[in-house]
């Protein structure tokens, strides 16, 4: 994945701070939920990240968005974080400026969402309007793009449930990681996937994501991930006149387990509302 965009970093730094903080690698890089004053910088964010993916481009076949193509993304994407804070587990480092969305297998809405959920008329009223924008935008797609769109899901689907089986209902999930240009190699993307896999070695189960950038297949292998699948897009496809696209799944093992011990060296926090979760995290010999 290639990311490009910018932000200002001292207002970032003021903005994340506010929210409760998971020293997981530095006294630095502070991981924190994502606000929802920071979405609309994620969800820019995101869009320049992923502007060159190569499943994107595949879907849409290698044209350039219209620009109200763009706007309408971009309030998609918006729309899917804020729904998301509520329903999912959503980290950013510099308000907005690097993120991850990660689901584990219960449907409980996350502790340490910074925005507590305000009645669930909110989320419901928020999946209706997405379901609504979508189904808009669906219609504006090609024949071809919303066939490809079906495909990518389908082989996704099918990938996943053909690597994991059963197994994929209990393990979590990192959905999206992206990361600003300007903080790349400062470890910010390695900050924000430690955070979920924390969490799940918290829960006991593993990690899985699926990668359509095969450079980033040593950034996951850096951080215990490997690769356990491989799927492909576009090879039965005559419209498609590149090679097809490859699409890694990637799963990380449990690797921590969580004890009682007070001379740990490994603490990963959680506050909300004044609530200290102190857990132990120590390696397997």
Same mark, same amino acid.
């Given at each position: 994945? #290639?990311?490009q965009?910018a932000s200002?970093?001292a ?8 929210? /409760?903080?998971y020293?997981?690698l *530095?006294?630095?890089t ?6 929802s004053?920071? !979405?609309?910088r994620?969800a820019?964010?995101f869009e320049?990240?992923f502007?060159?993916?190569? !499943? +994107? $481009?595949?879907i849409c076949n290698?044209?350039e /968005?219209?620009h ?5 993304d971009?309030?998609l994407i918006s729309?899917s ?9 959503v980290f950013?480092?510099r308000?907005?400026?690097a993120?991850i969305?990660c689901?584990?297998n219960?449907s409980t /809405?996350p502790?340490? *969402?910074?925005?507590?959920p ?7 009223l928020a999946? $209706?309007?997405l379901?609504?924008s979508l189904k808009y935008r ?7 793009e919303? %066939?490809?769109?079906?495909?990518v899901?389908?082989?996704m #689907?099918?990938a996943?449930? $053909?690597?994991?089986?059963?197994r994929?209902e209990?393990m979590?999930?990192?959905e999206?990681?992206w990361t600003?240009?300007r903080l790349?190699?400062h470890?910010c ?6 955070t979920a896999?924390a969490?799940a070695d918290?829960?006991?189960?593993s990690?899985w994501l699926q ?6 297949v040593? +950034? ?5 991930f490997?690769?356990?699948?491989t799927?492909f897009?576009?090879e039965?496809d005559?419209?498609w006149h590149?090679? /097809?696209?490859?699409v890694? !799944?990637?799963? %990380?093992?449990? *690797?921590f387990l969580?004890?009682a011990r007070?001379d740990?060296?490994?603490r990963?926090?959680?506050s909300?509302?004044g ?9 397997h010999?």
């Amino acid at each position: 994945m #290639q990311i490009q965009g910018a932000s200002s970093s001292a207002s970032a730094q003021n903005s994340a701070t506010k929210a /409760p903080q998971y020293p997981l690698l *530095s006294d630095t890089t502070i991981v924190a939920p994502l606000k929802s004053d920071d !979405i609309l910088r994620a969800a820019k964010t995101f869009e320049r990240a992923f502007a060159d993916d190569p !499943i +994107f $481009r595949y879907i849409c076949n290698e044209r350039e /968005p219209t620009h109200e193509e763009v706007m309408l993304d971009r309030f998609l994407i918006s729309l899917s974080l804020f729904l998301w804070t509520r329903t999912k587990r959503v980290f950013t480092v510099r308000a907005g400026s690097a993120n991850i969305v990660c689901r584990g297998n219960d449907s409980t /809405p996350p502790k340490d *969402s910074v925005d507590q959920p305000r009645g669930d008329s909110v989320t419901k009223l928020a999946r $209706r309007l997405l379901a609504a924008s979508l189904k808009y935008r669906d219609s504006k797609m090609s024949e071809l793009e919303n %066939r490809r769109r079906n495909e990518v899901d389908e082989k996704m #689907q099918d990938a996943a449930v $053909r690597t994991f089986g059963d197994r994929v209902e209990k393990m979590w999930l990192i959905e999206d990681l992206w990361t600003d240009t300007r903080l790349q190699g400062h470890g910010c993307g390695g900050a924000l996937l430690d955070t979920a896999t924390a969490m799940a070695d918290w829960a006991g189960q593993s990690t899985w994501l699926q990668s359509s950038n095969a450079a980033n297949v040593k +950034f996951y292998a850096q951080h215990g991930f490997e690769t356990v699948a491989t799927l492909f897009l576009g090879e039965e496809d005559p419209s498609w006149h590149k090679q /097809p696209v490859v699409v890694d !799944i990637v799963r %990380r093992d449990t *690797s921590f387990l969580l004890i009682a011990r007070a001379d740990t060296t490994t603490r990963w926090y959680e506050s909300q509302d004044g609530l200290r979760l102190t857990l132990e995290l120590w390696t397997h010999r």
